[in-house]
C-alpha cells in the first residue's frame, strides 16, 4: 500500500485534491486484492468548483476557431497513439476486459478523436433562399455551453473520448465524470489532453460518488447540456432530473439485443458472429448479443455447433492474450449475473451450458463466470427481457421471419440488431420492421463506426445520437440568421 498513487481531479488545468479531504481505491477485478490507486472522493463544492472553471474558459474556447480547436485534437491523436499500449493496460487493469478488446477500445477513441478534429474545418451551417427579395437566410452553429460528461464503467476510455472529442471541436467547456469503478483510464485521457495543449478549464475531470457529483453537474444553472452513458434505469432518473432546467440531454441505455438466424444463413458467419456478440468484452457491453433467435428447421444444427464453440472459449485474467473471456467487472456485476442465472432456472428455462462461476487454480482471485447460455426461453421471462450485462445468451425457436421479429421486437429495448440471411427480400423485411437504431445484416450486434450514428430508440435511447454528424448537431445550437438588405422598410 506504501507505493500506492494518489491521482487527483483536474480543475482549471491544476491536478488537485478534492475539497471533502476523502478519497477510495479501485482494485483490479482479475485480483480482488490487487489495489490499483487512490481517487477522489469528490464533492458537490468539487463540482461546482469545475463547472465554474468551465464557464470562466468558455468565451476563451469558443471564440477560438474551430481548426485551431482541431489542431489540439490532432496532437491528442497522436497522444492516444503513442500511449496506446499504457492506455489498454490501464482498461484492462481496471475494468478486466481481454487486452484485444482494450486495445479495439484505444483504436476506437483515436477513430473519434481524428473524425471530430476533421470536423473542425466542416462546422457547416446551411444557406438558403429566402421568402423575401434582398434578404440572406442562413444557419450557424454555436457551442452548446457548458457540458457534463457522463459515463459508465465499461468502456472507460472510448465513450469519454467520443463524447469530449466532438464536444470540444464544437468549442464547449467541459465537465467529466467518469464511473466511479473507472477513474484511472480517465485520469489518463484527461492528461492527454492537457499535453496536448488544451488551455485551462476547457476540460475539467472530477472523481467520485455520482449522488454527489453527478447531481451537482444535473442540476447546475450554468449548465446547458449533459451527455450520459450507463443503465436505463439512472438515464432515465438523470433525464427527468436535467430536463427540470430544461438542459440538453443525451443518454444513451441498456440493451437486449437479439441476432435472428434463418435456414438459409452461413452458419459460419452467424456462429461466429454471435459467439463475438454475446461473450467477447465478458457480455459487458450495452451492444452485446443477449438473445439469439433461430429458424425452427436449422435450430438443432445451429445450437450443437454453439455449444461446441461455446466450449471452446478459454476463460483469464484479461492482460493474458490468449483468453477470450476475462472477469466481469465488479463484486455487484459478479452478483447480478449470478442472480440473473439462478433467476432464469427458477423460471424453467434450461441451461444448455455453463452457469456457474469459474473457480480452479488462481481464478478465485477473480469476478469469473462461465459464458452461459439458456434454451427453452420463454419471451415473457425476466431473463428474456431484462439487460443482464454479462456473458448470458438466451436462445429461441421461431417458425419464420415474422415470428422471429416479433420475438426481437417484443422487449422496451431498442438499441441493436442483426440479421443472418442470404436471402434479399428478407433482410430487407427485417431492416424495415425491427425495431432498433442500429441494424446490421450478417454481423454481429457490436460496434460501430465513429462517423455514423450510435444510439437506440425506445428505452435504449433518448435525444439527439452519439458519433458522427448527429453528435456535432447535440453539442451545438442552431442560429437562424435573416440579413435584410434592401434598406427598405416592410410594409
Ligand atoms: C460497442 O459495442 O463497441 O455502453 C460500443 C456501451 C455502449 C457502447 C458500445 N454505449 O456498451
Given at each position: 500500500m506504501g507505493q500506492l498513487t494518489t491521482y487527483q481531479n483536474y480543475i482549471d488545468g491544476q491536478w488537485s485534491d478534492s475539497v471533502s479531504g476523502e478519497t477510495y481505491t479501485i482494485t483490479n477485478p482479475a485480483h480482488k486484492s490487487q489495489v490499483l490507486g487512490r481517487f477522489q472522493r469528490s464533492n458537490n463544492e468539487d463540482a461546482v468548483r469545475a463547472i465554474e472553471a468551465a464557464r470562466n474558459a468558455l468565451d476563451g474556447w469558443a471564440s477560438t476557431p474551430a481548426p485551431q480547436r482541431a489542431a489540439i485534437l490532432f496532437k491528442a491523436l497522436q497522444l492516444?497513439?503513442?500511449?496506446?499500449?499504457?492506455?489498454?493496460?490501464?482498461?484492462?487493469?481496471e475494468e478486466g476486459k481481454p487486452i484485444g478488446d482494450a486495445m479495439g477500445e484505444v483504436k476506437r477513441s483515436m477513430n473519434i478523436t481524428e473524425y471530430a478534429a476533421g470536423e473542425g474545418r466542416r462546422m457547416f451551417g446551411n444557406t438558403t433562399p429566402s421568402e423575401l427579395p434582398n434578404t440572406v437566410a442562413y444557419t450557424s452553429r454555436r457551442p452548446l455551453g457548458v457540458v457534463g460528461i457522463i459515463t459508465p464503467w465499461n468502456f472507460p476510455l472510448a465513450i469519454p473520448a467520443w463524447k469530449i472529442a466532438p464536444a470540444l471541436i464544437c468549442g464547449n467547456t467541459l465537465v467529466f465524470k467518469p464511473a466511479s469503478a473507472t477513474p484511472m483510464t480517465a485520469v489518463a485521457l484527461t492528461k492527454i489532453f492537457e499535453d496536448a495543449g488544451?488551455?485551462?478549464?476547457?476540460?475539467?475531470?472530477?472523481?467520485?460518488?455520482g449522488g454527489s457529483v453527478g447531481n451537482?453537474?444535473?442540476?447546475?444553472?450554468?449548465?446547458?447540456?449533459?451527455?450520459?452513458?450507463?443503465?436505463?434505469?439512472v438515464g432515465t432518473a438523470l433525464y427527468t432530473r436535467a430536463t427540470q432546467t430544461l438542459k440538453k440531454v443525451q443518454a444513451e441505455m441498456g440493451g437486449k439485443n437479439a441476432v435472428i438466424v434463418l435456414e438459409d444463413a452461413d452458419m459460419d458467419s452467424a456462429l461466429g458472429g454471435i459467439v463475438q456478440g454475446a461473450f467477447g468484452s465478458t457480455g459487458q457491453r450495452c451492444t452485446a448479443t443477449s438473445r439469439v433467435v433461430v429458424q425452427e428447421s436449422v435450430y438443432d444444427a445451429f445450437m450443437t455447433e454453439l455449444i461446441e464453440r461455446t466450449s471452446k472459449l478459454t476463460v483469464g485474467d484479461g492482460l493474458d492474450p490468449a483468453m477470450d473471456i476475462a472477469p466481469l467487472s465488479s463484486q455487484s456485476q459478479f452478483n447480478t449475473v449470478m442472480e440473473y442465472i439462478g433467476i432464469g432456472a427458477e423460471e424453467g428455462a434450461t441451461i444448455a451450458y455453463g452457469g456457474n462461476p469459474r473457480t480452479e487454480g488462481d481464478l478465485d482471485e477473480g469476478y469469473y463466470v462461465e459464458p452461459t447460455i439458456f434454451t427453452n426461453v420463454d419471451t415473457n421471462m425476466r431473463i428474456a427481457q431484462e439487460e443482464i450485462f454479462g456473458p448470458v445468451l438466451t436462445v429461441f425457436k421461431a417458425a419464420d421471419l415474422e415470428e422471429a421479429v416479433s420475438i426481437t421486437n417484443n422487449v422496451k429495448f431498442g438499441l441493436s440488431s442483426s440479421i443472418y440471411t442470404m436471402d434479399i427480400p428478407q433482410a430487407f423485411r427485417y431492416i424495415d420492421t425491427v425495431e432498433t437504431g442500429i441494424v446490421h445484416v450478417n454481423s454481429p450486434t457490436l460496434g460501430g463506426e465513429v462517423h455514423l450514428p450510435f444510439g437506440g430508440m425506445k428505452e435504449s435511447g433518448v435525444g439527439t445520437r452519439e458519433q458522427g454528424t448527429e453528435a456535432i448537431n447535440f453539442f451545438t445550437e442552431p442560429v437562424t440568421v435573416y440579413i435584410d438588405y434592401s434598406s427598405a422598410a416592410r410594409a
Open positions: 492516444m497513439e503513442a500511449r496506446g499500449d499504457e492506455l489498454a493496460r490501464s482498461i484492462t487493469i488544451l488551455p485551462p478549464g476547457v476540460l475539467n475531470l472530477v472523481t467520485g460518488p451537482t453537474i444535473v442540476d447546475h444553472p450554468d449548465v446547458s447540456g449533459v451527455s450520459f452513458t450507463g443503465s436505463t434505469e
